[in-house]
């Protein structure tokens, strides 16, 4: 078995509310990630955890606050965004986080910020 | 991170083998090349990985040129469900995939 499961599939949010994305795997895995992907562009690197701790943050701004609170779930916290942070937020989790592992990914959670 | 090139775009008739090829001339001699794709807008799907030698699974195979600067990635026999936007990575030290804009092929009847 080698899924990744993402809640909601859809959320559409104001830009005054709070809200999370849910992400969860039970393969073992200790690296978790997430991604973002703007309609018609490549996957963009977001967050890494490795190890319920976070290793990778790629400059993501604070309106998106990530949260690994144990080694199957990684959440996304949400809070303030703006419509141009509409997009498909991908998880994605490998064995652990290093060269050669395999990464599997989510079906993805589709962000509508009004 | 070693950058990849991918044509944009490919066609390929349906029970054809599709050849999509992919340029990493500045891979190191431990990064991996990784082929993912997409299938309109689900999330992304392993394909296969490699590192020097040519790797076959159920899905595809992949040929790495013994220079490791380019490498092929084959679907023997592609069906209409094959057509996606296919990734070409190479995964760096840090262990994550940073994606390039990826080739779209289009499986035609």
């Known amino acids: 078995d080698t899924e990744v499961t993402q809640t909601p599939k859809h959320l559409v949010m104001g830009m005054t509310n709070k809200k999370s994305l849910k992400c969860e795997q039970h393969?073992?895995?200790?690296?978790m990630y997430w991604y973002k992907q703007k309609a018609k562009k490549p996957p963009e690197l977001m967050f890494v955890y490795s190890y319920e701790k976070l290793s990778i943050n790629e400059s993501v701004p604070s309106r998106f606050s990530p949260e690994c609170p144990n080694s199957s779930l990684l959440n996304l916290h949400l809070h303030a965004l703006q419509p141009e942070d509409s997009a498909l937020y991908l998880c994605?989790?490998?064995?652990?986080?290093?060269?050669?592992?395999?990464?599997?990914f989510g079906e993805g959670s589709w962000l509508t910020v009004v | 991170d070693a950058k990849t090139t991918q044509p944009t775009s490919m066609d390929c008739a349906e029970g054809r083998a599709a050849n999509l090829p992919c340029n990493h001339s500045t891979i190191s001699g431990n990064e991996y090349v990784y082929w993912y794709r997409q299938i309109h807008s689900q999330g992304p799907q392993y394909i296969i990985h490699g590192l020097k030698n040519n790797e076959t699974n159920e899905m595809a195979s992949l040929i790495i040129t013994e220079d490791r600067k380019s490498s092929t990635l084959i679907l023997p026999h592609a069906t209409l469900r094959d057509t996606a936007v296919y990734y070409c990575i190479v995964m760096g030290s840090q262990g994550n995939l940073i994606f390039g804009k990826g080739t779209k092929l289009s499986v035609k009847p």
């Open positions: 994605a989790s490998s064995q652990t986080l290093s060269i050669g592992n395999t990464i599997y």
């Open positions: 393969m073992g895995h200790r690296a």
